[in-house]
């Protein structure tokens, strides 16, 4: 089972790039890494998802160096909507599907 | 609208009294997970199933059980309730495993006094 490791919390000023890290060391060859958002009160919501280098959507952009044991979520010019839990997830498409989501990252977006 | 729905939405209940929160998805996804989320813990999975009659533990299954006898219906049900599961918790679908992209639901706020 992969953990993931990220930092409790984090502040950044409103109109900022905001770069989340997360640690996997035990990632395996055939995991890929997912990034949630979460509101308070909310369920989880699906930002990114990628396996090697670097992912961009219209929201976000994922980047995963070679060894693939660490990623960083980048969110471009955040704004006060941005404040949010972001978890970091470790797994496989097909086998065992235990997953681990950690305890995410606290980011407080400040006027 | 392609949605998760939970059901209820908040539940204060007594030690031992069993209940049930109901899962329900609509849009034919084979994975179905249950999580409970803690102040400080993160998220937790408590059980999965991959397909109709196929569960199988996360990581803190005690004191829960689940059925999937039918596709879109995944029921988290606690038989004796005690107080530390009072918790928030979350059921999530998905159209191939937990890995891919998860629909998580509006969550169920149980009490347990």
């Known amino acids: 089972l992969a953990k993931t490791t990220q930092p409790i919390s984090m502040d950044s000023y409103e109109g900022q790039e905001v770069n989340i890290t997360c640690s996997h060391n035990n990632i395996a060859t055939n995991d890929y890494i997912t990034w949630y958002q979460q509101f308070p009160s909310q369920g989880p919501r699906f930002i990114i998802q990628?396996?090697?280098t670097k992912v961009t959507n219209e929201v976000a952009s994922l980047f995963i160096p070679a060894d693939r044991k660490s990623s960083t979520l980048s969110l471009p010019r955040v704004s006060l909507s941005d404040t949010a839990v972001y978890y970091c997830?470790?797994?496989?498409?097909?086998?065992?599907?235990?997953?681990?989501f950690g305890k995410g990252n606290q980011v407080v977006v400040i006027p | 609208e392609a949605q998760v729905t939970q059901n209820p939405r908040y539940l204060i209940t007594v030690t031992g009294k069993k209940l049930t929160v109901t899962c329900s998805q609509n849009m034919n996804h084979e994975y179905m997970s249950w999580y409970r989320q803690d102040p400080g813990l993160g998220l937790r999975q408590i059980y999965y199933?991959?397909?109709?009659?196929?569960?199988d533990k996360g990581d803190v299954p005690e004191g829960y059980k689940v059925s999937r006898k039918e596709k879109r219906n995944f029921p988290l049900i606690l038989e004796s309730p005690s107080p530390n599961q009072t918790s928030l918790y979350f059921c999530?679908?998905?159209?191939?495993?937990?890995?891919?992209?998860?629909?998580f639901g509006p969550g169920t706020r149980l009490t347990v006094t």
């Open positions: 999530a679908s998905s159209s191939r495993t937990g890995a891919y992209e998860q629909y």
């Open positions: 199933s991959m397909n109709v009659e196929v569960t």
């Open positions: 997830l470790v797994g496989r498409f097909y086998g065992n599907n235990r997953l681990a």
């Open positions: 990628g396996y090697k």
